[in-house]
T-cell receptor
């Protein structure tokens, strides 16, 4: 079956531009997570959706970051007025059940964002 | 606060050598979960193992084995007879409660393993 897919795989944006990153989770998965992975670092949590509800957005670094999952499947992470420090790989993960350590998260290949 | 430390930034071995990747964690939770993920050059994180805090039995899966010791807050990963295909970045992660009251996955900084022929 299909895994988690993300698009685009690579994105170059000029500072100040807005970008939108898409995540297609595994069909039927309830939970969806976004992570930010800086070069040479581990992924860091950004936000969590259970179906269409955004239950935790405590990891979003600023109000320039916005995520949505309007129909409980595809999710979009939007970054407004991109800054150089936003350059990173953005990973999406989905899980079959509500967020719990009992259920593994399946990760997509990520979108590498470079802000010039 | 939850924290995962992977002190080894990069390890280089020759094929067929055994290698151990270290992971030390901090948590005040009594119930928590520990994970190992592999990140090959393609970028996708691949799940390897999950262990809950009440199960300290070591686990073996083929050439992979894991040693969980609550007394030292460690969850180390050993690859026996390493192969070139094992070359990747390996992440240890902890699932537990944050100060926000929500649970989430906290990753270490990763260990890059290079296996040469």
């Amino acid at each position: 079956g299909a895994g988690v897919s993300q698009s685009p795989r690579y994105k170059v944006a000029k500072r100040g531009q807005d970008v939108a990153l898409r995540c297609d989770p595994i069909s039927g998965h309830v939970s969806l997570f976004w992570y930010q992975q800086a070069l040479g670092q581990g992924p860091e949590f950004l936000t969590y959706f259970q179906n269409e509800a955004q239950l935790d957005k405590s990891g979003l670094p600023s109000d320039r970051f916005f995520a949505e999952r309007p129909e409980g499947s595809v999710s979009t992470l939007k970054i407004q007025r991109t800054q150089q420090e936003d350059s990173a790989v953005y990973l999406c993960a989905s899980s079959a059940a509500p967020a719990s350590g009992l259920y593994e998260q399946y990760f997509g290949p990520g979108t590498r964002l470079t802000v010039t | 606060a939850q924290k995962v430390t992977q002190a080894q930034t990069e390890i280089s071995v020759v094929e067929k050598e055994d290698v151990t990747l270290d992971c030390v964690y901090e948590t005040r939770d009594t119930t928590y979960y520990l994970f190992w993920y592999k990140q090959p050059p393609s970028g996708e994180l691949v799940f390897l193992i999950r262990r809950n805090s009440f199960d300290e039995q070591n686990e073996i899966s083929g050439r992979y084995s894991w040693n969980f010791q609550k007394s030292t807050s460690s969850f180390n990963f050993t690859i026996t007879a390493s192969q070139v295909v094992d070359s990747a970045v390996y992440f240890c992660a902890l699932w537990g409660f944050m100060n926000t009251g929500f649970q989430k996955l906290v990753f270490g900084t990763g260990t890059r393993l290079l296996v040469s022929p």
